[in-house]
């Protein structure tokens, strides 16, 4: 399974995903591949925000290694689960999608935990209190993508 985590600029929520899957894949010894990308160009090249770095650390996960990419359309066809933090990443992945394939391959990652509810993950970006509520649902979420796809 090659599972790819995306937000807007793949500095605060989905390299936290890709940090929080890996983990649970390794405690699994599963033989998946695990990546994040953003949908925005800002920060490519660019460690998690700090803030992001520091919940993570809380848990014991070490996401200081991970660097910023943008998301780019060889990725809808390389990855076989491609999951959206927002509704806006959502439609920015899809609108590189060329194939029904690949347009099945996009989900919206808290329907992992609450099928059909659309819930977004909330950007932290722009204020200090709501990256541990992120990483809790992030986790959530992540127990949900192994129940479902673990086999
Ligand atoms: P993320 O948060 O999508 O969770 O990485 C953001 C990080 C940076 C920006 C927006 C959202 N930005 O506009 O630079």
Request: glycine content about 6%.
């Amino acid at each position: 399974m090659k599972v790819l985590m995306v937000c807007l600029g793949n500095i605060c929520r989905s390299p936290l995903a890709e940090g929080i899957l890996k983990e649970k894949v390794k405690a699994k010894n599963l033989d998946w591949t695990v990546d994040s990308a953003g949908t925005g160009s800002w920060h490519v090249g660019d460690a998690p925000d700090p803030r992001s770095i520091a919940v993570a650390a809380t848990h014991g996960l070490d996401i200081t290694s991970q660097r910023g990419r943008q998301l780019k359309p060889a990725d809808l066809e390389n990855y076989d689960l491609i999951f959206a933090m927002d509704s806006m990443n959502f439609q920015h992945i899809l609108l590189l999608a060329t194939t029904d394939v690949q347009r099945e391959k996009v989900q919206l990652i808290m329907n992992m935990e609450k099928p059909d509810h659309n819930q977004n993950v909330p950007d932290p970006y722009y204020g200090d209190d709501g990256f541990e509520g992120v990483y809790q649902m992030l986790d959530r979420a992540c127990t949900a993508i192994i129940e479902k796809y673990a086999h």
